[in-house]
């Protein structure tokens, strides 16, 4: 009777939307923009206090690193496709353009470190006194300048397209320096070959 128990119960909990044999994960309710129930690795569920590590800080470096990797994704191709500032190299391949301008001019590469190491401690006070009071959605740093997803119906919806395009756009941007790392050709360069 135990293990027909026990399975009825497994039966009537919540199924994952993206993977429906498997359980939801309880804090992967839907609310949060492009939840899908997909954790395999249990990451929703990492809660260390001390550290200030949980969901909400998840969310905040994954909305992040989406934004990165989407602004990464089309300059890689601009770049590519002859959109280069004056003065850094003109290559197709973004990896070998990047050691080009380490080698030759670094100060620019070094500047961009600094000054986006100082952007990191700012927003990481935004992010400990939003998520102190509650009062700030991971990702939300109120700099919206097109007035995008305005409206609290459109606002849902923008914010899942912004997470799912997002997450693709990570992977794209880990494709095209794979393959500019291994092929020495860019990703319009493969693409054509």
């Not at 050691?99 to 190491?117: Q, R």
């Amino acid at each position: 009777s135990g293990p027909a128990r026990g399975s009825s119960i497994t039966m009537m909990a919540a199924r994952s939307k993206a993977i429906p044999f498997l359980i939801q994960p309880p804090k992967l309710d839907g609310s949060m923009a492009g939840d899908e129930g997909f954790d395999p690795l249990g990451l929703s569920n990492v809660d260390n206090a001390g550290l200030g590590i949980d969901l909400y800080w998840m969310r905040e470096a994954e909305l992040k690193h989406a934004r990165v990797a989407m602004l990464a994704t089309v300059g890689m191709l601009a770049q590519e496709s002859g959109f280069v500032v004056p003065g850094f190299p003109t290559t197709n391949n973004q990896v070998t353009a990047f050691w080009e301008c380490v080698d030759k001019n670094p100060g620019p590469i070094f500047a961009s470190v600094i000054f986006f190491g100082m952007i990191e401690i700012i927003s990481g006070f935004a992010i400990t006194e939003g998520k102190k009071n509650g009062n700030r959605a991971p990702g939300d740093f109120g700099f919206n300048p097109l007035f995008l997803g305005q409206s609290p119906a459109s606002a849902k919806d923008y914010a899942n397209k912004e997470i799912r395009n997002g997450r693709l756009a990570m992977w794209a941007a880990a494709g095209m320096l794979l393959q500019g790392s291994i092929t020495s050709e860019g990703a319009l360069g493969n693409l054509f070959q």
